[in-house]
């Protein structure tokens, strides 16, 4: 079972994939963004929480975004017209409205025709840890002239402790990354070698509630119960009486966690890519794997038909071609400029290109690099799933998946349960199989300062709008089952897209795109068993 879950593309340009496979970076943007800053007061709208008032009254000040930037990819994205940026004020603890307060980053690009407005979109693209306001700004293009971008302002937020959010969660360095990215440390399931892991696991949970402004009581209010007040929060500064919402792989959660807290101020919700409410956090992951599993089966069929194909010709082989592949990496990585492409790099840049099938002609380059003792194309889709710019600086997304997730799920102490997780994710993803044996290493969580505040569950909707659930049939990160359960948990309707990526909606596929606006602007579902299929 790979050392570090994966859910969501980190590089949140939903609907800009097209430019990531093409730079391997991120996003791009036109000049011209606006200058000059304008205060609007909307709220309070809607039921205001006790001791909230002055939160849910707050003004905001839309400014120009270029300063909101953390990353190269928002440096990239932040700035084109039309774009202006905000700060919004929540308490850190809502126990103690009166005590600490930080701020959330928000990035809005108006409606075009301020005359037919419906309201605010606000959108978030998982992760969790992923930028809302990256994600916002880089679907802007996407629905520019269409009804969406007519009638909605798109508003994306960076949840707490995340991108231009304040604090951010603080856990290792850049120069203590890459190391963690270089050392094959988990491959080793000696006892010694599972001393070492936990001993780091240690340090890193001691090294976030350290380095994290507001330590340990920041830490315990970062979850996804946290988040959706902060989105009340928001809907109100906003104006809108309900929420109209769209949330992509965790982004889901967060959506039906709103649902279920305030079940009166939802309008909307489309919620594509799903997490399985019901299923704990070793469930998840296996269905994950299960998942890549698929995606990487997928990826062979396209690659044996290719005179170029890294794994050869036979998809019955191809499993073990491409471990004969990487394997040896874990003692011998190969050299990618001044750092070594780890075994870790390697499979961590293998599933970021099964993420969408348009990656996967940098997949077959890089495996074919790498029989040349060449690492530069798999050492730049690790970087993209890292997150890593050209300068070696990293965003915040990392540190704050793996903060979010300790407190969002339950830890996992019984090492039995670690042993058996990790036999059955290899026998579903047999690809990302070490060949090393297994140990049963404690995971950071495990050593969390603070409790979990979450725990899965279906969520208690009754009397909220029937939301969206758009799911993918080989999603390798969120499996296609997930999206029918949610919908039915949540009375539902459900569109299936029949194709090998994570995430759809607003990515131009016109059927998916046209059943999610249809619903967002008029209401309107779509007719029970909607199928929707990649464009010819």
Not at 93 to 107: C, K, N, V, W
Not at 437 to 444: E, F, V
Request: glycine residues 10%; aromatic residues 6%.
């Amino acid at each position: 079972m790979p050392a570090r879950e994966r859910y969501l593309l980190p590089a949140s340009c939903l609907a800009a994939i097209g430019l990531l496979i093409s730079s391997l970076t991120a996003c791009s943007s036109d000049a011209g963004e606006q200058h000059g800053t304008v205060t609007e007061t909307n709220g309070p709208v809607g039921p205001v929480p006790d001791g909230l008032d002055r939160f849910y009254a707050q003004p905001l000040t839309w400014e120009p975004c270029s300063p909101y930037a953390t990353s190269a990819n928002a440096e990239r994205t932040f700035g084109a017209t039309g774009q202006r940026c905000a700060r919004l004020t929540v308490p850190l603890d809502y126990a103690d409205p009166g005590g600490e307060e930080i701020t959330i980053g928000l990035l809005r690009r108006e409606a075009s025709n301020p005359d037919a407005r419906i309201g605010s979109l606000v959108l978030n693209p998982g992760g969790p840890g992923a930028s809302g306001m990256v994600a916002a700004a880089s679907t802007a293009k996407q629905v520019e002239g269409t009804p969406l971008g007519e009638r909605f302002d798109l508003v994306g937020f960076d949840p707490r402790g995340v991108g231009a959010s304040r604090p951010q969660v603080d856990c290792l360095t850049d120069a203590e990354r890459d190391a963690d990215r270089a050392d094959d440390g988990e491959t080793d399931g000696s006892p010694r070698g599972v001393a070492e892991q936990e001993a780091e696991a240690k340090t890193f949970a001691r090294q976030c509630a350290q380095r994290t402004e507001h330590g340990p009581e920041m830490l315990a209010n970062l979850g996804t119960r946290d988040v959706v007040k902060d989105m009340d929060v928001l809907r109100s500064a906003l104006g809108d009486e309900k929420l109209s919402y769209v949330g992509y792989s965790y982004g889901t959660r967060i959506g039906y966690t709103y649902a279920e807290a305030f079940p009166g101020n939802v309008r909307a919700l489309v919620l594509d890519g799903a997490l399985d409410p019901e299923q704990n956090a070793v469930d998840s992951l296996v269905a994950q794997g299960k998942g890549f599993g698929v995606a990487f089966g997928e990826f062979v069929d396209w690659c044996v038909q290719r005179q170029d194909c890294a794994l050869g010709s036979d998809p019955a082989g191809a499993t073990g071609a491409y471990q004969d592949l990487v394997r040896p990496l874990i003692d011998n990585p190969v050299p990618a400029g001044e750092r070594p492409l780890s075994y870790e790099d390697a499979t961590t840049g293998t599933i970021q290109a099964l993420y969408a099938e348009q990656f996967w002609e940098k997949l077959n380059t890089g495996l074919n690099q790498l029989k040349q003792r060449k690492a530069g194309m798999l050492m730049a889709l690790a970087d993209l799933y890292n997150q890593r710019d050209e300068n070696g600086h990293y965003a915040s997304t990392q540190d704050a998946f793996t903060a979010i997730r300790c407190v969002d799920d339950p830890r996992v102490t019984d090492k039995q349960e670690i042993l058996e997780a990790q036999r059955r994710y290899e026998a579903v993803a047999p690809f990302l199989d070490d060949g090393r044996p297994d140990g049963a290493a404690l995971d950071a969580c495990a050593f969390w300062p603070v409790p979990s505040t979450s725990e899965p569950g279906l969520p208690r909707v009754d009397g909220v709008p029937s939301p969206l659930v758009v799911s993918t049939t080989n999603d390798p990160a969120t499996p296609y089952e997930a999206g029918v359960n949610l919908a039915r948990a949540m009375d539902g309707a459900l569109v299936t897209f029949e194709g090998t990526q994570h995430t759809v909606f607003l990515q131009g596929n016109e059927c998916v795109d046209g059943a999610g606006t249809a619903y967002l602007v008029d209401g309107t579902l779509p007719a029970e068993g909607t199928r929707c299929t990649p464009a010819k």
